[in-house]
T-cell receptor, first 115, second 112 residues
Framework: NAGVTQTPKFQVLKTGQSMTLQCAQD?????MYWYRQDPGMGLRLIYY???????DKGEVPNGYNVSRLNKREFSLRLESAAPSQTSVYFC??????????????FGSGTRLTVV | QKEVEQDPGPLSVPEGAIVSLNCTYS??????FMWYRQYSRKGPELLMY????GNKEDGRFTAQVDKSSKYISLFIRDSQPSDSATYLC????????????FGTGTRLQVTL
């Protein structure tokens, strides 16, 4: 029972480089989310996908793009990394409303450092 | 002003103590409330979920919601060293694709 799997777990990028953070869930959840977690700022929503085929901006979308590849996978892309994007990134998923599982299931995170 | 305010701590208590963790919020549209526990270098995990004002109990944990005061609490009885973690409150509004707004988290240390 893997839940939500994020890759890679750690990454160091140089300013201006690009990369894609991968996320996959095996719980058949409809909704998927990308958050970043910074000291003193808590978890902030970057992008989300309410269902397969849809994506929407969250609170802090600038500098990021996302792709909901299929129901299982939701990737986050940094096109030109900046030091301000140094953070821990969490992917989460959630079942459809009314399915009884109200909370998110989180992955274990990707620690990204941009130098 | 942040929509959700949470004291960052750290909060240090002896084993066996009762712990009280709190959040306040400003948006009355929030209708469901959660507490997550996050161990160091791990993802948050859901601890408690409540939809309405009142109390909900699960083992040593009690979640309390007071919508009139826009205030939520998590109580931990008989605290254990294994409870040492960061506790995040989160809240959401219906009809918003289940997006959650999180507090900044309170770091708890339970000492022997």
């Amino acid at each position: 029972n893997a839940g939500v799997t994020q890759t890679p777990k750690f990454q160091v990028l140089k300013t201006g480089q690009s990369m894609t953070l991968q996320c996959a869930q095996d719980m058949n959840h409809n909704s998927m989310y990308w958050y970043r977690q910074d000291p003193g700022m808590g978890l902030r929503l970057i992008y989300y996908s309410a269902s397969e085929g849809t994506t929407d901006k969250g609170e802090v979308p600038n500098g990021y793009n996302v792709s909901r590849l299929n129901k299982r996978e939701f990737s986050l892309r940094l096109e030109s990394a900046a030091p301000s994007q140094t953070s821990v990134y969490f992917c989460a998923s959630k079942d459809a409303p009314g399915q009884g599982n109200y909370g998110y299931t989180f992955g274990s995170g990707t620690r990204l450092t941009v130098v | 002003q942040k929509e959700v305010e949470q004291d960052p701590g750290p909060l240090s208590v002896p084993e066996g103590a009762i712990v009280s963790l709190n959040c306040t919020y400003s948006n009355s549209a929030f209708q469901y409330f959660m507490w997550y526990r996050q161990y160091s270098r791990k993802g948050p995990e859901l601890l408690m979920y409540t939809y309405s004002s009142g109390n909900k109990e699960d083992g040593r944990f009690t979640a309390q919601v007071d919508k009139s005061s826009k205030y939520i609490s998590l109580f931990i009885r008989d605290s254990q060293p294994s409870d040492s973690a960061t506790y995040l409150c989160a809240m959401g509004k219906t009809g918003t694709a289940s997006k959650l707004t999180f507090g900044t988290g309170t770091r708890l240390q339970v000492t022997l």
